[in-house]
């Protein structure tokens, strides 16, 4: 029990790094609405995140960066309401962290103070370690974000595994480590090599949450949407489904117009005199 609350121990930094140093592995998921996120919290999710990937999930885009941060602040603070004992991050969208330290300050602080999040998260590795530094030193917890960075998509051409060429290796050694001296309290590695991001994993202090990344991180994230089947488009190489949703969902949606047309619903019984 803590003073926040009477029933739950809230999950805050403190509880992820100790998840990690008892070799209990952090189970992390997306979510962009109260309802989903009240499940996921329900079965013991440690941390959700909001992650911009609601651009393409919810939103109906083709990748995350028309994502907006009013889109964050608004769906991370749905999220909030529905929580109540996972660590709530929202994910800071394309360019509102990186024109300079004092713009992402106000940014995060936006997610932090309307909407009620625990953490934010940034993509980006060495290049965005003073923006991390400054986040922190101002009280605002850091979920740093390496590998395959989405919102470089466009620069980068496509979703490329890093880790396998000399060069690639060697920046996310260095966006690893400056990562963690800048500050963050974990940081997510995404598809990156299983063995690089063993070694990885291995060398830091902060836990790390893979997504194609292998099994060797001290937790691992996934697109609720992806595991659920709710997706249909593609199956990611690093997901798995555990339920196939959108099937359900169709059948469910086409015995309920079939029975309105036959007219079987209503019947009485969801009536009223
Ligand atoms: O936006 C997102 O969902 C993410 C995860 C894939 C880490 O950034």
Same mark, same amino acid.
């Given at each position: 029990m803590?003073a +926040?609350?009477?029933?739950?121990?809230r999950?805050?930094?403190?509880?992820?790094?100790? *998840? #990690?140093?008892?070799?209990? /592995?952090? !189970?992390a998921?997306t979510?962009?609405d109260?309802?989903?996120?009240?499940?996921?919290d329900?079965v013991?999710?440690?941390l959700?995140?909001?992650g911009d990937?609601?651009?393409?999930?919810?939103?109906?885009?083709?990748?995350?960066?028309p994502?907006?941060?009013d889109?964050?602040?608004?769906h991370t603070?749905?999220?909030?309401?529905?929580?109540?004992r996972?660590?709530?991050?929202g994910?800071?969208?394309?360019?509102t962290?990186?024109?300079s330290?004092?713009?992402?300050l106000?940014?995060?602080?936006r997610v932090m +103070?309307?909407?009620?999040a625990?953490?934010?998260?940034?993509?980006?590795?060495?290049? *965005? #370690?003073?923006?991390?530094r /400054?986040? !922190?030193?101002c009280?605002i917890p850091?979920l740093?974000?390496?590998?395959i960075?989405?919102?470089?998509i466009?620069?980068?051409?496509?979703?490329?595994?890093q880790?396998?060429?000399p060069?690639?290796?060697?920046?996310?050694?260095?966006?690893?480590l400056?990562?963690?001296?800048?500050g963050?309290f974990?940081?997510?590695l995404?598809?990156i090599a299983m063995?690089?991001?063993?070694e990885i994993?291995?060398?830091l202090?902060i836990?790390?949450?893979?997504i194609?990344a292998?099994?060797?991180?001290?937790?691992?994230m996934q697109?609720?949407?992806?595991?659920?089947?709710l997706?249909?488009?593609?199956?990611?190489?690093?997901t798995?489904?555990?339920?196939?949703?959108a099937?359900?969902?169709?059948q469910a949606l086409?015995a309920?117009?079939?029975e309105?047309q036959s007219?079987?619903?209503?019947t009485?019984?969801?009536?009223f005199?």
């Amino acid at each position: 029990m803590t003073a +926040q609350s009477s029933e739950v121990e809230r999950v805050g930094v403190r509880q992820i790094r100790k *998840m #990690a140093a008892d070799g209990r /592995r952090i !189970v992390a998921v997306t979510a962009y609405d109260a309802l989903m996120a009240r499940l996921a919290d329900q079965v013991g999710v440690d941390l959700i995140l909001v992650g911009d990937s609601l651009g393409m999930t919810v939103l109906g885009y083709e990748t995350t960066i028309p994502v907006t941060l009013d889109d964050i602040v608004h769906h991370t603070a749905a999220v909030r309401r529905g929580v109540r004992r996972a660590m709530v991050v929202g994910d800071m969208p394309f360019l509102t962290v990186q024109i300079s330290p004092e713009e992402a300050l106000r940014n995060c602080g936006r997610v932090m +103070q309307e909407a009620g999040a625990d953490a934010i998260k940034l993509e980006g590795g060495e290049r *965005m #370690a003073p923006t991390i530094r /400054r986040l !922190v030193d101002c009280g605002i917890p850091v979920l740093g974000h390496i590998g395959i960075l989405p919102q470089a998509i466009k620069a980068e051409g496509g979703y490329r595994v890093q880790g396998r060429t000399p060069a690639s290796i060697a920046q996310m050694r260095r966006d690893a480590l400056a990562v963690q001296e800048a500050g963050a309290f974990a940081i997510v590695l995404e598809g990156i090599a299983m063995d690089l991001s063993r070694e990885i994993s291995g060398s830091l202090e902060i836990p790390t949450l893979g997504i194609g990344a292998g099994p060797h991180c001290d937790g691992q994230m996934q697109v609720m949407p992806d595991i659920l089947g709710l997706f249909e488009d593609f199956v990611p190489r690093h997901t798995k489904r555990y339920a196939t949703l959108a099937e359900q969902i169709r059948q469910a949606l086409t015995a309920y117009r079939d029975e309105v047309q036959s007219g079987a619903f209503p019947t009485e019984e969801q009536s009223f005199q």
